[in-house]
């Protein structure tokens, strides 16, 4: 470490007594130095600045002074303050070039320290100032980019409601293309109909105006007989008749009354029995419409059930079809209204039974997947059960059908003994008979057509069996848990969709047995 010495200052001794500072000849700095001192003379600093920085070198200490800085400034690279001896002996003398060299040196150092202090303070505050800046804009464009993207999130749903509006409209659209096509397609079958009814018409009124001329203006052929010269008188006294033109024609006339009359009886007995047939066909819809509507009526309601509210629409909306046919007085009403008003209330109340499967059939599409609970499926034996019904009424109607059929044919076969209406029978019977085989192939149609939607809702009812099994059999798997209110949705859907088959087809059979005994019965009356 070199050898120590002790360094005393005068000028202190009175103030701080005597302080005892101990430096390195070959390696103490002098900033090492300047601290000690500092610290050491803290009192005499904060008096007198100037009595500090003298205190370093006295009267007393030049010597030691002077080569502590030669030591210090060798040590920094600068030239030593003595000049060089040239024997060991003989006294190191000062250099005052030397000193004065470096002190400039120092000078120069400080001032070059200062400019570079001075830029350093100065780059600092550039720096801070295009720092703030950046944190600014940095902020701003934070908000910005939060407001771009509240905006693109308004925009995007905005985007999406539009396109849902946009969807529904197209859905609008579409049905109401489909009411103008099916209204301009029963627009075009009734007046076809129209059209084919006055034909028939005027060629029914000039057959009978024909077979009338015939038999009132056109005479028989007089036939060869032999003149009575010597008539006996009658018992009664009075005069015989001749038989002349005007006698057979008042004798014709007698007979067509008597005719007409027999005719007209025969149309108001057979429009009795059409009326009471139509009453009756009438009271069977109304009871199938409140069946229908009990039957699709939930009857336990619970609050916590969400799927209660698709059924209670559709319920309200055919109860308040059936309160409007009960309201309005459809007995004396015509054939052609009544059945206008059960046709469209029959096509509203399919259209709200399709939107209702189709509803329940998402709804069990959706829920499906999440599994079931077995204890709430219907069980196999009361499903049976009601398959059984239906079969059963099924083969009653088909029975009913067949009994008519038989009666119709009955009909048909019964001849009539009376003359003119064979003959007017005879004109007629080819006209009907090709209407009944355009109804027939229509009646065909008609069957066939239901046969595939019987066929869609049968698959359709298989599909949705095999869907309930498949989620019970997963949720039995997994374990029994909470009753899930969907699966008996499911069940009932599933016996509503049977039942819906077969109220479409008792509804077709009914209106078939409905048009096919009038144009028949029309047919064997005239």
């Known amino acids: 470490m070199g050898d120590w010495m002790t360094v005393t200052d005068p000028g202190l001794s009175s103030e701080s007594k005597y302080i005892s500072q101990y430096t390195s000849e070959t390696k103490m700095s002098p900033s090492s130095l300047y601290s000690q001192q500092v610290l050491c003379s803290s009192i005499p600093l904060s008096k007198n600045v100037h009595s500090f920085f003298s205190a370093f070198c006295t009267e007393e200490n030049i010597e030691q002074s002077i080569s502590y800085l030669d030591q210090e400034l060798t040590t920094f690279g600068f030239p ?160 015989g008749s001749w038989r002349t033109g005007k006698t057979e024609a008042s004798f014709f006339l007698r007979n067509e009354d008597e005719m007409y009359k027999i005719l007209l009886n025969d149309y108001e007995y057979r429009q009795k029995q059409i009326l009471m047939e139509n009453a009756e066909l009438k009271k069977v819809l109304q009871q199938m419409k409140k069946e229908m509507i009990s039957l699709l009526s939930p009857q336990k309601q619970k609050p916590r059930e969400r799927a209660d509210d698709s059924t209670g629409t559709v319920i309200s909306d055919i109860e308040e079809d059936a309160g409007e ?22 096509r509203k109340q399919w259209r709200i039974l399709k939107s209702h499967v189709e509803k329940l059939d998402n709804q069990v599409s959706k829920v499906h997947l999440e599994g079931f609970n077995d204890e709430d499926v219907i069980s196999r034996q009361d499903h049976e059960q009601e398959t059984e019904k239906l079969e059963l009424e099924i083969q009653q109607c088909k029975e009913m059908i067949k009994t008519q059929q038989q009666l119709l044919q009955q009909q048909l076969a019964t001849a009539c003994d009376d003359d003119t209406t064979s003959l007017l029978r005879d004109c007629y019977l080819l006209e009907e008979k090709e209407r009944l085989k355009e109804e027939w ?22 599909r949705l069996g095999l869907e309930v099994l498949i989620g019970t059999t997963l949720q039995y798997t997994r374990g029994h848990g909470k009753r899930s209110l969907t699966v008996r949705l499911v069940g009932l859907q599933f016996a509503r969709l049977n039942l819906l088959n077969l109220f479409l087809l008792l509804l077709r059979l009914q209106t078939f047995a409905r048009r096919v005994p009038v144009y028949l019965n029309i047919g064997t009356g005239l």
């Not at 046919?325 to 029959?346: G, M």
Request: positive net charge.
């Open 441 to 462: 192939s229509l009646f065909k149609e008609q069957k066939k057509n239901f046969e595939k939607e019987r066929r869609s809702f049968t698959e359709a009812a298989i």
């Open 325 to 346: 046919l009960s309201r309005e007085s459809t007995w004396d009403l015509s054939c052609e209204t009544v059945r206008e008003q059960l046709t469209n209330s029959i």
């Open 80 to 239: 030593s303050l003595y000049e060089e001896s040239k024997g060991k002996e003989t006294k190191r003398e000062l250099n005052i070039v030397a000193v004065l060299n470096c002190m400039n040196e120092l000078l120069v150092l400080q001032r070059k320290n200062l400019l570079a202090q001075e830029n350093v303070e100065t780059q600092n505050l550039k720096l801070g100032s295009d720092m703030d800046h950046l944190q600014n804009c940095y902020a701003k464009l934070k908000e910005q980019l939060e407001t771009s993207r509240r905006e693109m999130i308004g925009l995007q749903e905005r985007d999406r409601q539009l396109q849902c509006k946009n969807r529904n409209l197209h859905q609008l659209l579409k049905n109401e293309k489909d009411e103008v096509q099916k209204l301009q397609n029963i627009i075009a079958s009734r007046a076809t109909q129209y059209n084919h009814d006055m034909k028939r018409k005027e060629r029914e009124y000039n057959k009978l105006k024909e077979r009338l001329h015939q038999l009132v203006m056109n005479k028989k052929d007089k036939k060869i007989a032999m003149e009575v010269l010597n008539y006996v008188g009658r018992a009664d006294g009075k005069r």
